[in-house]
């Protein structure tokens, strides 16, 4: 692989995360949210008919965002710093220098698997049993 395919395959790479967490916070996610805390932006106000039984009153007003999303913000942050970098060095502005880019995948890493293992735990059946029949589950418009 030449130097600037290796570079343009590191830009898609974060050009389709970017897609991914897009569709993700603009369907799934509020589809999700409207039972399940994990997916709330903590803009949402519900009223005692939105949420689980299971939700004490204290927890139905206003609150941060759920893990998950804060997830995304700081992998955001990440994937901006090596999209710079990597546009920086497809422009000749800076040379590719595998620890620069270790370093820039290192600010982000970390919060990336931790993302994925707890939205697979999450979206796992055990979990979703909590919050959705079956039925509605195929319903999903996903």
């Given at each position: ?46 009223d ?41 060095c ?23 698997w ?29």
């Amino acid at each position: 692989m030449s130097l600037r395919s290796f570079i343009n395959t590191g830009l898609q790479f974060v050009s389709h995360l970017e897609a991914h967490h897009s569709i993700e916070e603009a369907y799934v996610f509020p589809s999700l949210a409207k039972r399940m805390p994990e997916f709330r932006t903590g803009k949402e106000n519900y009223d005692n008919n939105n949420l689980p039984d299971s939700q004490p009153e204290s927890s139905k007003a206003r609150r941060k965002a759920a893990e998950l999303l804060q997830q995304h913000r700081e992998i955001h942050k990440g994937m901006d710093g090596l999209e710079k970098y990597l546009n920086e060095c497809l422009s000749g502005e800076s040379d590719l220098e595998m620890g620069v880019l270790k370093t820039q995948l290192d600010t982000w890493g970390t919060v990336l698997w931790t993302h994925l293992d707890q939205e697979v735990r999450t979206l796992g059946a055990e979990n979703m049993r909590r919050y959705w029949t079956v039925e509605e589950v195929k319903k999903m418009p996903m």
